[in-house]
């Protein structure tokens, strides 16, 4: 048996604990086996020591999330639970993790998962990397991140963000506006995620000056893109020929990042997506990597990982279904 007693400092109890200790609930929900109790500002953890340890580390980033964040949601708390929050040697020893870069007022913005951490590593010792994964899995947020920080220390002159503009079940035609304006709800996306990172004056200023430039694949036809940190999103809805297109129009100085969900393809059924042939034949190239995200890298609402696993295990038994009705007509 151990029992381990930590006090809370520098922060709310309420807001690190939760109304009616809805928080501490999901902490003594994750260790059934342990009694944690609460009283003023101190919690009491006693059980099995493996498991003290294990619970005393979660409460402790529970602090230093608060601390870091100035806010603790109940999501977060349950993706620290869940061990989808990446906890290093670094953070054991008391040094924290190292943000990507800093966005508005300062905000830290942070790998938030292993799968994440790992789009940071690779991004940085090679010039094109494939993030593949399910919606909310920050593959896109991650990607802006790191390009915002290639232009803040100056290792890129200016950023690209495409997108394909596939109509997925709409018509861009019968949309209202000029080009622009039947484009940006495609791209919009890409803005949030700026939007996060710079002040409102200051992304003017740079959207303004083609230091940052948000527009649709089509438009890189014919360019040569160099000094650029380039991001092709929700390539799943490219073609091979324009992934083609895209992949060639790097410049030596160009640092790119692809990401794309293999099960969210808007494309029509007679073209299959280019996404699925890069991802074959770009192998064993020095300076092209692949990270594959899954739904325990999902960082939006709790229920979201709940949905992607259930859809994944909804895939493979069609498959599966599918394959044995190939077989039977094989045989027969």
């Known amino acids: 048996m151990s029992e381990i007693i930590l006090t809370i400092q ?4 309420v807001d690190l604990l939760g109304e009616q200790d809805s928080k501490l609930n999901l902490l003594k929900k994750a260790y059934p086996d342990l009694k944690i109790t609460s009283r003023g500002n101190s ?10 340890q294990q619970a005393k580390a979660s409460f402790e980033r529970m602090v230093k999330t608060l601390k870091d964040e100035k806010a603790l949601s109940k999501e977060k708390v349950r ?3 869940s061990g989808n929050y990446v906890i290093d040697l670094e953070e054991q020893n008391g040094v924290s993790e190292k943000a990507i870069v800093h966005g508005r007022n300062g905000k830290a913005i942070k790998a938030r998962t ?5 789009m940071v590593q690779l991004s940085e010792h090679n010039d094109i990397l494939f993030a593949i994964g399910p919606a909310g899995t920050g593959k896109t947020y991650t990607a802006v991140a790191l390009a915002v920080r290639a232009l803040k220390n100056r290792m890129v002159k200016r950023i690209i963000l495409t ?5 997925a079940g709409e018509s861009l035609g019968f949309l209202p506006g000029d080009l622009k304006d039947k484009i940006d709800p495609y791209l919009r996306p890409l803005y949030d995620a700026l939007d996060d990172m710079f002040p409102m004056e200051k992304l003017e200023y740079f959207m303004q000056n083609r230091i940052i430039e948000i527009a649709p694949l089509a438009f890189m036809r014919g360019r040569t893109l160099n000094d650029a940190f380039i991001i092709l999103d ?3 809805n490219a073609t091979s020929t324009q992934l083609k297109m895209f992949l060639t129009r790097l410049g030596p100085t160009a ?3 692809i990401t794309g969900d293999l099960s969210q393809i808007d494309l029509p059924r007679h073209q299959k997506s280019g996404l699925y042939t890069a ?23 709790q229920l979201v990982k709940a949905i992607i696993k259930k859809y994944d295990e909804y895939g493979a038994l069609r498959k599966a279904a599918r394959e044995r009705e190939a077989n039977k007509r094989d045989e027969s």
Do not use: M, W
């Open 10 to 13: 520098d922060v709310n109890p």
């Open 43 to 52: 919690i009491k953890i006693s059980g099995d020591r493996k498991h003290t």
């Open 79 to 81: 993706s620290i639970l």
């Open 114 to 118: 292993r799968n994440q951490k790992k």
């Open 163 to 167: 997108r394909p503009a596939v109509e």
């Open 234 to 236: 929700e390539a799943q």
């Open 255 to 257: 640092k790119c990042i």
């Open 279 to 301: 991802l074959d034949i770009l192998t064993d190239i020095d300076g092209v990597a692949k990270v594959f995200l899954d739904a325990e890298d999902v960082v939006r609402h």
